[in-house]
């Protein structure tokens, strides 16, 4: 029968029936991430415009959703849930791209007048080219898939003219029909345009629903690479080994509230460029290190663990951590000091720097004076005597004593000594060059809830943190309202490199007290109270607190 239409779907239709479609092929790629380690496109869309987006704009950005997060209450958990706000952020980008996509593919059919019958071809061809691009930014970008290269190639594809192949047969159907004129009138079928769009949103709700309900199903019955639960506070009182903490003797209590001394590697903060980490396969890791020398060489992971090694206690911060925020953690760090590879591949004359790059393209540059000089610089395999989880730089990542994190990549894949100097990632993007620890203090808890009384007086304790990179904490100090300066008493710390707890017991008195600390590093030199915002060189500042006591304190004291 030969038909003609008569009337076709607008563009706008075409956006209402992307919205409609959108979360399917969402759910189908998830679904794909899960089960075999696919790529799901919406996160790759997302890296792929933050990493093209100038600095200023992804500080901002940033800036922002931290504010945002942190007025939801939800700063305790910050870069856990900065992480699922830029996915969430990454889903519903990559929505909008689908239905821009469905309006100007409808848009496109109407102004071309498609034939009833050629539809179907135009709308997969239109798949197929989407899927195209798709494809090539995936490979681009992706290093957390870890499916076959041609699999991943064959699943974008199918998903994207599959959605191709949905978005031809909607518009038909939503297309009015007449017979062409001198055929014998026939009776055309029509059918109702709204009933239609409703079974449609009915079978992608469907679609949606199976697809990351299985996922997610499939992801609890298979376990994810997520670091496994923490440990009790007592269990944190050893290493991964079970020995205990090096200042296990310090007769010292932190104040009730004061965050842990050392950190469960499943609580250390996280900070990745990518919305998911790099998968690396331990066992065929290869790791190039060359560049201008004599003896370049590629290691294995074994190959590395075979190298003489070193381990510290040591405290890592994001140069993004706000004062008093949670971007800090501290834990055990064990890896081959870098003076060995310099020994291994003997650089030649000129060589000025060492540029080191991670799987995911982050890369950093260290000053070949700095690797020669200071000896505590590693290349890092374990952390808390296990080796170190996917989000945090499996199999390898460098330690660059007094520097934020973010000199200091991880997932490392290359290894170049080059013979000038070079900025690294997060330097293109207008961040410090030398990112350099600034000394800061922070008041983790007044302890309102354990107060106690000694010779007739109620105290408080207080308490918190002090750190200043490698350059250690002399002295901590706190006020309240202002009054004089008084000096806390400092637990010994885990390492040289690692943050101090101190504590401070204050002589109770009622109503809304004021408290502030400052720190002094181990040269003696009083930290800044300028305030400066992270960027580009780390926050600074006094840190405050307000506490309200009241009488309610002091009952059952
Ligand atoms: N390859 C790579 N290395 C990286 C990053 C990254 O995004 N990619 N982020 C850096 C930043 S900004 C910080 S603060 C630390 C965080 O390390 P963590 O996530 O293990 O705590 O890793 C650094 N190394
Ligand atoms: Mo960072």
Redesign the pocket.
């Given at each position: 029968m030969n038909l003609q239409i008569t009337s076709r779907p607008s563009w706008l239709v075409g956006l209402g029936v992307g919205a409609i479609v959108a979360p399917a092929l969402i759910a189908l790629f998830f679904l794909g991430e899960r089960i075999a380690g696919l790529p799901f496109l919406p996160f790759d869309v997302f890296d792929a415009i933050a990493r093209t987006l100038p600095g200023g704009v992804i500080t901002f950005g940033i800036d922002r959703m931290i504010d945002v997060l942190t007025l939801l209450g939800l700063g305790a958990n910050l870069d856990t849930a900065a992480k699922t706000a830029e996915h969430i952020i990454g889903i519903v980008t990559f929505a909008i791209l689908l239905i821009v996509l469905v309006g100007a593919l409808f848009g496109l059919l109407n102004r071309l007048n498609a034939p009833y019958k050629r539809v179907a071809l135009a709308s997969i061809v239109w798949g197929a080219m989407v899927g195209g691009l798709l494809v090539l930014l995936s490979l681009a970008i992706n290093r957390s898939a870890t499916a076959e290269i041609t699999l991943q190639i064959v699943w974008i594809l199918l998903l994207m003219v599959g959605w191709g192949m949905v978005l031809g047969n909607v518009y038909q159907a939503l297309c009015q029909l007449a017979p062409v004129e001198g055929v014998p009138k026939v009776k055309v079928e029509s059918i109702d345009r709204r009933q239609f769009l409703v079974r449609l949103g009915g079978a992608t709700a469907a679609v949606t629903v199976l697809g990351t309900g299985l996922a997610e199903f499939l992801n609890l019955t298979g376990g994810g690479d997520e670091p496994q639960s923490v440990g009790t506070p007592d269990e944190m009182l050893v290493d991964g080994k079970g020995n205990p903490m090096p200042n296990a003797n310090d007769p010292l209590q932190a104040a009730l509230g004061t965050r842990r001394e050392y950190t469960p590697v499943a609580e250390?903060?996280?900070?990745?460029?990518?919305s998911l980490p790099?998968s690396i396969d331990g066992d065929t890791y290869q790791l190039p290190i060359g560049g201008e020398v004599e003896n370049p060489v590629t290691l294995s992971l074994a190959d590395i663990r075979a190298l003489p090694s070193i381990e510290s206690f040591i405290t890592?911060?994001?140069?993004?951590n706000r004062i008093g925020g949670n971007?800090i953690?501290t834990t055990k760090w064990t890896g081959v000091p870098f003076k060995e590879i310099i020994n291994l591949v003997k650089p030649k004359e000129g060589v000025v720097s060492v540029m080191i790059t991670?799987?995911?393209e982050?890369d950093e540059f260290v000053s070949y004076d700095l690797l020669q000089s200071d000896e505590r610089i590693m290349l890092a395999y374990e952390w808390d005597d296990k080796p170190l989880a996917t989000?945090?730089?499996f199999p390898l990542?460098v330690h660059v004593p007094d520097r934020?994190?973010?000199k200091?990549?991880?997932?490392i894949t290359n290894i170049e000594f080059v013979t000038r100097k070079g900025e690294g990632?997060?330097v293109r993007r207008g961040w410090s060059e030398e990112a350099i620890v600034n000394s800061t203090s922070v008041i983790d808890t007044v302890a309102a809830d354990a107060v106690f009384k000694r010779g007739g007086q109620y105290f408080v304790p207080m308490g918190g943190i002090a750190w200043a990179g490698a350059k250690g904490i002399s002295k901590v100090e706190v006020r309240v309202n202002e009054g004089q300066w008084q000096e806390a008493r400092l637990r010994a710390p885990l390492s040289d490199r690692t943050w101090v707890i101190w504590r401070y017991d204050w002589a109770f008195a009622e109503g809304t007290q004021r408290v502030e600390v400052r720190c002094y590093n181990g040269e003696g030199e009083l930290q800044t109270d300028q305030v400066n915002s992270p960027r580009p060189d780390g926050a600074t500042g006094i840190h405050s607190k307000n506490a309200t006591l009241s009488a309610a304190n002091l009952e059952g004291v």
């Amino acid at each position: 029968m030969n038909l003609q239409i008569t009337s076709r779907p607008s563009w706008l239709v075409g956006l209402g029936v992307g919205a409609i479609v959108a979360p399917a092929l969402i759910a189908l790629f998830f679904l794909g991430e899960r089960i075999a380690g696919l790529p799901f496109l919406p996160f790759d869309v997302f890296d792929a415009i933050a990493r093209t987006l100038p600095g200023g704009v992804i500080t901002f950005g940033i800036d922002r959703m931290i504010d945002v997060l942190t007025l939801l209450g939800l700063g305790a958990n910050l870069d856990t849930a900065a992480k699922t706000a830029e996915h969430i952020i990454g889903i519903v980008t990559f929505a909008i791209l689908l239905i821009v996509l469905v309006g100007a593919l409808f848009g496109l059919l109407n102004r071309l007048n498609a034939p009833y019958k050629r539809v179907a071809l135009a709308s997969i061809v239109w798949g197929a080219m989407v899927g195209g691009l798709l494809v090539l930014l995936s490979l681009a970008i992706n290093r957390s898939a870890t499916a076959e290269i041609t699999l991943q190639i064959v699943w974008i594809l199918l998903l994207m003219v599959g959605w191709g192949m949905v978005l031809g047969n909607v518009y038909q159907a939503l297309c009015q029909l007449a017979p062409v004129e001198g055929v014998p009138k026939v009776k055309v079928e029509s059918i109702d345009r709204r009933q239609f769009l409703v079974r449609l949103g009915g079978a992608t709700a469907a679609v949606t629903v199976l697809g990351t309900g299985l996922a997610e199903f499939l992801n609890l019955t298979g376990g994810g690479d997520e670091p496994q639960s923490v440990g009790t506070p007592d269990e944190m009182l050893v290493d991964g080994k079970g020995n205990p903490m090096p200042n296990a003797n310090d007769p010292l209590q932190a104040a009730l509230g004061t965050r842990r001394e050392y950190t469960p590697v499943a609580e250390h903060y996280r900070i990745d460029i990518s919305s998911l980490p790099p998968s690396i396969d331990g066992d065929t890791y290869q790791l190039p290190i060359g560049g201008e020398v004599e003896n370049p060489v590629t290691l294995s992971l074994a190959d590395i663990r075979a190298l003489p090694s070193i381990e510290s206690f040591i405290t890592m911060s994001c140069i993004s951590n706000r004062i008093g925020g949670n971007l800090i953690s501290t834990t055990k760090w064990t890896g081959v000091p870098f003076k060995e590879i310099i020994n291994l591949v003997k650089p030649k004359e000129g060589v000025v720097s060492v540029m080191i790059t991670g799987a995911d393209e982050f890369d950093e540059f260290v000053s070949y004076d700095l690797l020669q000089s200071d000896e505590r610089i590693m290349l890092a395999y374990e952390w808390d005597d296990k080796p170190l989880a996917t989000r945090n730089g499996f199999p390898l990542r460098v330690h660059v004593p007094d520097r934020y994190g973010m000199k200091q990549p991880k997932w490392i894949t290359n290894i170049e000594f080059v013979t000038r100097k070079g900025e690294g990632y997060w330097v293109r993007r207008g961040w410090s060059e030398e990112a350099i620890v600034n000394s800061t203090s922070v008041i983790d808890t007044v302890a309102a809830d354990a107060v106690f009384k000694r010779g007739g007086q109620y105290f408080v304790p207080m308490g918190g943190i002090a750190w200043a990179g490698a350059k250690g904490i002399s002295k901590v100090e706190v006020r309240v309202n202002e009054g004089q300066w008084q000096e806390a008493r400092l637990r010994a710390p885990l390492s040289d490199r690692t943050w101090v707890i101190w504590r401070y017991d204050w002589a109770f008195a009622e109503g809304t007290q004021r408290v502030e600390v400052r720190c002094y590093n181990g040269e003696g030199e009083l930290q800044t109270d300028q305030v400066n915002s992270p960027r580009p060189d780390g926050a600074t500042g006094i840190h405050s607190k307000n506490a309200t006591l009241s009488a309610a304190n002091l009952e059952g004291v």
